[in-house]
């Protein structure tokens, strides 16, 4: 569960300002460029500094361990970006073990087991350098290496964007095979993957927020309208920015 | 690089460092060596044994705080020395020698202390001075620390300006770093610095190996990266304040020798830990070598050698744009 009380924060001004939320669902969070979609995830998983109050499962954000916080929320940022690239695709993936493991030792096997079966799930080669990927390719890497994460929330920042259809079609799928139990967040401008997510939506805009709990609610076109600013068209369940 | 080149690297290096004791203005031979009450057995023993540990300890932490440097901030021109660290060191250690502080007490030396001081005053300064400055890349960081060691160099020839001609000698004769050596304390020294630096790094290479993918990813993945940082930037400036105090500044080491280590075991970052220290290590002592080598009418200080193999490959690197 994701509760925000009065939480401001940014990086020189506030972008988020006084934002009270509170969601045990799947969320999608919506919102123009810039208006702090971003910001609030990293608020969320504690990589900002912020105001106001942040419990991630009832407890006070600032209260965990980074250990602790690390298994209770992550956030699989919209790009890998790494300055070693030398490093393998299962070493990648074992990182998301970190967490669990105690302080001077190695990965266990059975952890270097659960990391290789996520690998061959994604189809992925586990001898290959991460910087040989394709960009579709350690997109599914940062989804395999938070599956092996165990985060019970799990945050994702525009996973699509940088994919072609098919890559989106196969982050969807990843998307079903996480644990129901595992609070799904999504970041993304993808109104189509959005309505057919389904998720309660947090729709943000310069300095304040709507949560609406029903996503129909949502996805009306005058609803559609007023929020971007645009028209709409839904047609045969797609959702998509009227040209003309 | 094939095969081939890589073993014969690593071999010319092995060399050197294995003919070092026995070369300088006075040639050793083994059977001179083995008569233990010849001048030769001594120089071998009290001088040159003692030096080649010191350097290739010295190497080893050089190349090491290198690695170090490089994978906490993230930039491949990234070192004690390019940030300003080790001229913080040369300076304190000059103000000790001016101070006339060169007393050893409890087995500590009062100008290491001053090394150690001035190497990590300058660490805690550029920490301080990139919080202004992180939203501009690590670049901006490096600028920084190249106006710190223009400052510190300024403050030295201050320094000069005051000093009696005897100290201003050692001093001089100090910034151009020597390994010369007598006895084994200053050897020890090194070694406790290097095989120190050597297994914090061992211990930390997980959280490590985090960070070299970027800080946000080391902090998601439950490392306290504020905590970390500072806790191996004390380690890493204890342990070159420590070392500059009684080598002086030896320059390029721990800027060159990772991308070495890396273009010979092209892994990732952590697994780079002791390739980077043995070739360090190596390195440092083949160098001095050089520095002595018999054709010479007076040995080269080893900073001018590390320097004419340094420059020319950082050149290389800001070209080659990693």
């Known amino acids: ?244 | 690089m094939s095969v081939m080149s890589k073993y014969l690297f690593l071999l010319v290096l092995v060399a050197l460092t294995s003919i070092s004791p026995f070369i300088g203005a006075i040639d050793i031979t083994w059977s001179t060596l083995l008569q233990s009450s010849s001048l030769e057995h001594q120089i071998f023993f009290d001088l040159r044994i003692p030096r080649l540990l010191l350097a290739f300890f010295s190497g080893m932490a050089l190349a090491l705080s290198g690695w170090l440097f490089q994978t906490l901030f993230r930039n491949a021109l990234m070192t004690p020395y390019t940030l300003g660290i080790s001229g913080g060191a040369i300076l304190g250690t000059g103000i000790a020698v001016v101070l006339g502080l060169n007393i050893t007490f409890l087995g500590i030396n009062t100008t290491a202390i001053f090394g150690f001081g001035g190497a990590f005053a300058s660490v805690l300064l550029i920490l301080w001075l990139s919080r202004y400055v992180t939203n501009r890349g690590s670049n901006a960081l490096l600028l920084l620390g190249i106006a710190l060691s223009f400052f510190f160099s300024a403050a030295l020839m201050v320094l000069f300006s005051i000093a009696s001609a005897m100290q201003a000698h050692s001093i001089l004769h100090y910034t151009m770093g020597s390994l010369s050596t007598m006895g084994y304390t200053p050897a020890i020294t090194a070694s406790v610095m290097g095989l120190g630096l050597l297994l914090v790094l061992y211990l930390k290479r997980f959280e490590l190996s985090l960070l070299g993918v970027n800080d946000e990813h080391a902090q998601l993945k439950g490392v306290n990266t504020k905590r970390l940082t500072y806790f191996l930037l004390f380690i890493s400036s204890l342990s070159i304040g420590v070392l500059i105090s009684i080598t002086g500044p030896i320059g390029f080491v721990g800027l060159i020798i990772p991308h070495v280590a890396r273009k010979l075991y092209p892994r990732a970052n952590h697994h780079l830990i002791f390739p980077t220290a043995l070739i360090g290590g190596l390195f440092l002592a083949a160098c001095d070598t050089l520095s002595r080598l018999p054709q010479l009418q007076s040995e080269i200080p080893i900073g001018i050698v590390t320097a004419f193999i340094g420059g020319p490959f950082f050149i290389y690197l800001i070209i080659k744009g990693r």
């Open chain 1, 1 to 244: 569960m994701i509760e925000t009380q009065v939480l401001s924060c940014g990086y020189e001004h506030n972008i988020i300002e006084a934002l009270s939320f509170k969601t045990a669902k799947n969320l999608v969070i919506l919102g123009a460029n810039g208006a702090g979609k971003s910001t609030l995830a990293k608020a969320l998983c504690g990589l900002i500094e912020y105001e106001g109050e942040i419990l991630i499962n009832t407890t006070s954000l600032s209260h965990f361990s980074a250990q602790e916080r690390a298994k209770s929320i992550t956030y699989i940022p919209p790009k890998l970006e790494s300055y070693d690239t030398y490093i393998t695709v299962l070493e990648f993936v074992l990182m998301g073990r970190h967490p669990y493991k105690s302080p001077f030792s190695d990965y266990t096997d059975k952890e270097q087991a659960l990391a290789r079966a996520l690998i061959k799930t994604h189809a992925l080669d586990p001898r290959k350098s991460i910087g040989a990927l394709s960009s579709g390719q350690q997109q599914l890497l940062l989804i395999t290496q938070a599956l092996a994460q165990e985060s019970k929330i799990i945050i994702f920042d525009e996973p699509t964007a940088n994919l072609d259809p098919k890559h989106s079609l196969e982050f969807y799928k990843a998307l079903q095979g996480l644990k129901s139990d595992t609070q799904k967040v999504i970041i993304t401008h993808d109104l189509g993957l959005a309505y057919k997510l389904g998720y309660e939506v947090l729709f943000i805009e310069q300095k304040s927020a709507k949560h609406y709990q029903n996503s129909k609610d949502f996805f009306t076109s005058e609803n559609l309208h007023s929020c971007y600013g645009v028209s709409f068209e839904q047609h045969a369940g797609l959702i998509g920015v009227c040209y003309e």
